[in-house]
Each structure stands twice: as structure tokens, then as C-alpha cells.
């Protein structure tokens, strides 16, 4: 062992303190556009379903992991639509304020990143079901939804901040949008060949959100029942 590297590992015994240098390294390394988020997020335009693809069968080292992936961009929605009061003005929620369905909306609308990946769930059931003759088990189809579904959070993003700064209503032109996307890049990758693809994807990503929102609902009144 020599002063400054583990001869096993090679790492630094005593790593450099953190500085001003430090910090701009690691947002370059975050925002790297060969394998960064900006890399991720431009490489997802382009070709979502076969840059997921290759992903997934070859190599896992040039995108952002799709966990990370879905919780910041996420986080990123849920800081602008905060700061824009969004929300507000395209969702609404009736009954009492204090009842446990309530709660529980609100907990989905304060934690997208979570909320995504459980209701990533339910949309990779139904695409298991629709894709079933294709190899790709339920795990695999869930990383695809991370993905996919990060990048709609961008997208609600960038038309929350024009809905924000203009108050026009952008919110259903940019649910269009999602939806288009959606069954563009989970068609390009089972696929991109066939038009059922596209349709099974939509048909999939709507049953998905119909049956999560039904499983809040449901969990919803067990609660109330039980709080009684």
C-alpha cells in the first residue's frame, strides 16, 4: 500500500475536500451530454423505443439509470408545478378535505417519482398481457416505463412553465402530447414495424392509468371504512 493509492482497489486513501471544483465536476458528470441526463434525454426524443431496447439487451452504461432517471425528472415537475400552482387548475379532486381518499391523492400529486413507478406497475401488467409473445419479462417492461415515463414528467414540465408564464391552459394539449409519445416509444419498442403495436400501447398505457386510479379509490374507502 503506497501513500496515496490502495494497491487492491487504486483508490485515493485520503480523497481531495471538496471544493468549488469538485461540485461543477459533478453536475458536468451528471449533465454530460455523451452520457448524462441531457445524453438520456436527447437520445429519448430521438429513438426512445430502441435506445430502451439496447439498453436493456446490450449496453446499460449509456444512459442514466431509469430509477434515477424517473425520480429527478420527477422532482424536477413536481418543483414547477409547485412554483406555478399547476395542479390547481387542471386537477380536481371532490369531497371533504380530511377524508383518506384525499390524503392519498395528495401524497400521489407531492410524490410523482413513486407515484410513476407504482403506477409504472400497473401499465407493465396490461403491456405484459397485450406483448405477451415478445421476450421481455414484467421487470424489464418496468424499465421501460421509467424511461417513458420520466420523460412525460419533462414534457408536463416544459408546458407547465409556458402555462405558468402565459395562463393559458396547456396542460390537455401537453396530455395529447404524452399519449402520442407514450405509444410512439413503447410501439418503436416492441415494434415499430406493425401499427398494433402503436394501438396495443395506447390501449395498455389508458387501462393502466384507469386501474390505478381505481386500486386509489378502492384504498381510499377501505381506509375511510376502517377509520370509522
Request: net charge positive; with cysteine; proline share 1%.
Amino acid at each position: 500500500m503506497s501513500e496515496e493509492f490502495c494497491t487492491n482497489c487504486k483508490q485515493n486513501l485520503k480523497p481531495k475536500r471538496i471544493d468549488g471544483h469538485y461540485i461543477l465536476h459533478e453536475i458536468e458528470h451528471v449533465l454530460h451530454f455523451d452520457r448524462g441526463i441531457l445524453y438520456t434525454v436527447r437520445e429519448l426524443l430521438i429513438r426512445p423505443g430502441e435506445n430502451i431496447k439496447n439498453f436493456i439487451n446490450e449496453n446499460r452504461s449509456r444512459l442514466v439509470k431509469p430509477i434515477i432517471f424517473i425520480i429527478v425528472t420527477s422532482l424536477i415537475y413536481t418543483l414547477i408545478n409547485h412554483f406555478f400552482h399547476i395542479e390547481q387548475s387542471y386537477i380536481k379532486i371532490d369531497g371533504a378535505k380530511d377524508t383518506q381518499f384525499n390524503a392519498i391523492n395528495n401524497w400521489v400529486q407531492s410524490h410523482y417519482g413513486y407515484s410513476n413507478i407504482i403506477m409504472g406497475g400497473f401499465i407493465a401488467f396490461w403491456l405484459k398481457i397485450f406483448f405477451k409473445k415478445y421476450d421481455y419479462n414484467f421487470f424489464e417492461i418496468l424499465i421501460l416505463l421509467c424511461f417513458i415515463l420520466g420523460m412525460e414528467m419533462l414534457m408536463f414540465s416544459v408546458f407547465a412553465i409556458f402555462e405558468g408564464v402565459t395562463k393559458y391552459h396547456l396542460m390537455q394539449i401537453a396530455a395529447v402530447i404524452v399519449f402520442a409519445y407514450f405509444s410512439w416509444a413503447v410501439g418503436q419498442f416492441f415494434d415499430k414495424n406493425r401499427v398494433a403495436s402503436y394501438f396495443k400501447a395506447l390501449v395498455s398505457y389508458i387501462l393502466g392509468m384507469l386501474t390505478f386510479g381505481i386500486s386509489i379509490m378502492i384504498l381510499g374507502i377501505l381506509l375511510n371504512i376502517i377509520a370509522k
